[in-house]
């Protein structure tokens, strides 16, 4: 005859496995959007996945279940769980408008796993804490870097791999000169975002190295060695595209090269080949810290604390919903541009991939043409319609970030320039760069459609206060989504005829192409 069925057992187990999944949601719900917008994120359903299966196989070769045995004051482990939930709120509420935000992500994904670790340790002992710690680890990889981290590590990298490129290229027969971040190959301009992707595979690599291993079941240094490899085989490899495509570029192939994705997806894929086979030379026995769970109990103080856990984070989501519901309103902006298809050279500029990558606008337009005066006009317009994209996209890819790292130099900040549009004044940015035997001037601004004011996102000259109750107010306001407009025009031409242009002149060519009460850009 079989083994009785312990029901009380049974039914405990599956209370702690669906709080597990409640707390998983929590996280998840915040950052699986991203792994669909954000292109250098997109290896975090990857993670996702294997993150589900590693949390199944580890459930069922867990220790048995060895409860502390001096716990007492159960009603702490309740209040606890609320305690934090309460805390996390403020952090809830300000990802529904700000859901990029690097710092706010890591600080709610990272509590909600001490909890659910926290939950186990007392449900099952110390043995179970161990045994599933290592998915922190994991959800790490899948989770934007700061932006302190990626501008200490992905400026300097970029820029020594344009000017190693450069070397090579003109070593074997191929004049080219470096601009910041950008290369001229026999005269056509070969940008990094363009060539290396925005070197996401280092995350990439990371989380693949990390994956690998424990599948493996590496030994702690040899993990190490694997990131540090699957780091080095990234950034060659990333070399590597760079060359290929700039030879590419030498040899004439248009500007969205078709080979521009494949040459990427070839390069992620020999990476993961070289970690599963320097993994698999290297990969040892799984190890069971204990006897497999069997008869045994789960602590009443885990059961307490998951329990609870799992009622605030519900708390937590519908409190949010219902915060901000219903407070989206119809598409209503007050003014757009309308672009000049009749004049000299005029030139409409697509959506490349890379832009649709960075931006993900709604709505995008772009052209260039060339007056009578010999000046190159460039013009640039996006719309963000819903969500919160708009919250980073913009402030993130404008003249002053882009510019130089498309080569720009010798950037200097000009006066702004306030232009009106019916009612509205409408403040534009201003700098002034060279490239080559070129000056540019370019103005910009970011219109929140909603507040019909300028929106702003970089920190105010007040400080830390002024820009975190800026922040606060889209909570206070209950703004779900955060819709805008960004428009740059830009003027190109020899040094000495740009400088002969004036603050009126600026302003009139700014003038030039807006409209006001329009619904999007289009023809004049």
């Given at each position: 005859?079989?083994?009785?069925?312990?029901?009380?057992?049974?039914?405990?187990?599956?209370?702690?496995?669906?709080?597990?999944?409640?707390?998983?949601?929590?996280?998840?719900?915040r950052?699986?959007?991203?792994?669909?917008?954000?292109?250098?994120?997109?290896?975090?359903?990857?993670?996702?996945?294997?993150?589900?299966?590693?949390?199944?196989?580890?459930?069922?070769?867990?220790?048995?279940?060895?409860?502390?045995?001096?716990?007492?004051?159960?009603?702490?482990?309740?209040?606890?769980?609320?305690?934090?939930?309460?805390?996390?709120?403020?952090?809830?509420?300000?990802?529904?408008?700000?859901?990029?935000?690097?710092?706010?992500?890591w600080?709610?994904?990272?509590?909600?796993?001490?909890?659910?670790?926290?939950?186990?340790?007392?449900a099952?002992?110390?043995?179970?804490?161990?045994?599933?710690?290592?998915?922190?680890?994991?959800?790490?990889?899948a989770?934007?870097?700061?932006?302190?981290?990626?501008?200490?590590?992905?400026?300097?990298?970029?820029?020594?791999?344009?000017?190693?490129a450069?070397?090579?290229?003109?070593w074997?027969?191929?004049?080219?000169?470096?601009?910041?971040?950008?290369?001229?190959?026999?005269?056509?301009?070969?940008?990094?975002?363009?060539?290396?992707?925005?070197?996401?595979?280092?995350?990439?690599?990371?989380?693949?190295?990390?994956?690998?291993?424990?599948?493996?079941?590496?030994?702690?240094?040899?993990?190490?060695?694997?990131?540090?490899?699957?780091?080095?085989?990234?950034?060659?490899?990333?070399?590597?595209?760079?060359?290929?495509?700039?030879?590419?570029?030498?040899r004439?192939?248009?500007?969205?090269?078709?080979?521009?994705?494949?040459?990427?997806?070839?390069?992620?894929?020999?990476l993961?080949?070289?970690?599963?086979?320097?993994?698999?030379?290297?990969?040892g026995?799984p190890?069971?810290?204990?006897?497999?769970?069997?008869?045994?109990?789960?602590?009443?103080?885990?059961?307490?604390?998951?329990?609870?856990?799992?009622?605030?984070?519900?708390?937590?989501?519908?409190?949010?919903?219902?915060?901000?519901?219903?407070?989206?309103?119809?598409?209503?902006?007050?003014?757009?541009?309308?672009?000049?298809?009749?004049?000299?050279?005029?030139?409409?500029i697509?959506?490349?991939?890379?832009?649709?990558?960075a931006?993900?606008?709604d709505?995008?337009?772009?052209?260039?043409?060339?007056?009578?005066?010999?000046?190159?006009?460039?013009?640039?317009?996006?719309?963000?319609?819903?969500?919160?994209?708009?919250?980073?996209?913009?402030?993130?890819?404008?003249?002053?970030?882009?510019?130089?790292?498309?080569?720009?130099?010798?950037?200097?900040?000009?006066?702004?320039?306030?232009?009106?549009?019916?009612?509205?004044?409408?403040?534009?940015?201003?700098?002034?760069?060279?490239?080559?035997?070129?000056?540019?001037?370019?103005?910009?601004?970011?219109?929140?459609?909603?507040?019909?004011?300028?929106?702003?996102?970089?920190?105010?000259?007040?400080?830390?206060?002024?820009?975190?109750?800026?922040?606060?107010?889209?909570?206070?306001?209950?703004?779900?989504?955060?819709?805008?407009?960004?428009?740059?025009?830009?003027?190109?031409?020899?040094?000495?005829?740009?400088e002969?242009?004036?603050?009126?002149?600026?302003?009139?060519?700014?003038?030039?192409?807006?409209?006001?009460?329009?619904?999007?850009?289009?023809?004049?």
């Amino acid at each position: 005859m079989g083994q009785p069925v312990d029901t009380a057992r049974t039914r405990r187990d599956w209370l702690v496995a669906g709080t597990l999944t409640l707390m998983g949601l929590a996280v998840g719900l915040r950052v699986v959007p991203l792994w669909s917008s954000d292109p250098d994120l997109g290896h975090g359903w990857i993670v996702g996945c294997f993150l589900l299966w590693w949390l199944a196989d580890r459930w069922r070769v867990r220790p048995l279940a060895v409860p502390p045995e001096a716990v007492k004051s159960a009603w702490i482990w309740i209040a606890a769980p609320v305690a934090v939930a309460v805390a996390l709120a403020p952090v809830r509420l300000l990802l529904t408008p700000y859901p990029n935000w690097p710092g706010l992500l890591w600080l709610w994904s990272g509590a909600w796993f001490a909890l659910a670790l926290a939950g186990l340790t007392l449900a099952g002992g110390r043995a179970w804490g161990r045994h599933f710690a290592f998915g922190a680890v994991l959800i790490a990889t899948a989770l934007p870097w700061p932006q302190v981290l990626q501008r200490a590590v992905f400026g300097p990298l970029r820029e020594l791999l344009t000017v190693v490129a450069a070397e090579v290229l003109n070593w074997v027969g191929y004049p080219t000169l470096v601009y910041g971040t950008t290369l001229k190959v026999v005269g056509r301009w070969v940008g990094m975002e363009e060539a290396c992707a925005g070197l996401r595979s280092l995350q990439l690599a990371v989380a693949l190295a990390v994956m690998v291993g424990e599948v493996a079941h590496l030994r702690r240094r040899r993990r190490l060695g694997t990131i540090g490899l699957a780091i080095g085989l990234a950034i060659i490899g990333n070399f590597g595209r760079i060359l290929f495509l700039s030879w590419r570029a030498a040899r004439g192939a248009p500007a969205e090269d078709p080979l521009h994705d494949a040459s990427g997806y070839l390069g992620y894929g020999l990476l993961a080949a070289a970690l599963g086979l320097v993994c698999w030379r290297w990969r040892g026995a799984p190890r069971i810290a204990g006897p497999v769970a069997g008869p045994g109990r789960i602590g009443r103080a885990g059961l307490q604390w998951c329990l609870a856990a799992g009622l605030a984070v519900v708390a937590l989501e519908v409190g949010a919903a219902s915060w901000y519901a219903g407070r989206s309103g119809a598409w209503q902006p007050s003014w757009g541009v309308l672009l000049p298809d009749t004049a000299p050279y005029f030139a409409a500029i697509p959506l490349t991939s890379g832009v649709r990558e960075a931006l993900h606008p709604d709505q995008f337009a772009g052209a260039s043409w060339i007056n009578r005066d010999h000046l190159t006009r460039v013009v640039f317009y996006a719309e963000w319609r819903q969500g919160q994209t708009a919250a980073q996209a913009p402030f993130a890819h404008n003249p002053a970030v882009c510019f130089p790292y498309a080569g720009c130099r010798d950037a200097r900040e000009l006066r702004t320039l306030v232009v009106r549009v019916g009612d509205l004044a409408i403040p534009f940015h201003g700098y002034s760069f060279t490239r080559a035997d070129q000056q540019i001037v370019a103005y910009y601004t970011v219109w929140d459609v909603d507040r019909q004011q300028e929106l702003v996102d970089a920190r105010p000259p007040a400080g830390w206060w002024a820009w975190w109750r800026a922040r606060w107010t889209a909570v206070v306001t209950r703004r779900s989504q955060i819709r805008a407009q960004l428009l740059t025009v830009a003027l190109v031409g020899d040094a000495g005829r740009i400088e002969l242009i004036d603050e009126p002149f600026l302003r009139a060519q700014i003038e030039a192409v807006l409209v006001a009460n329009h619904g999007g850009p289009g023809p004049g």
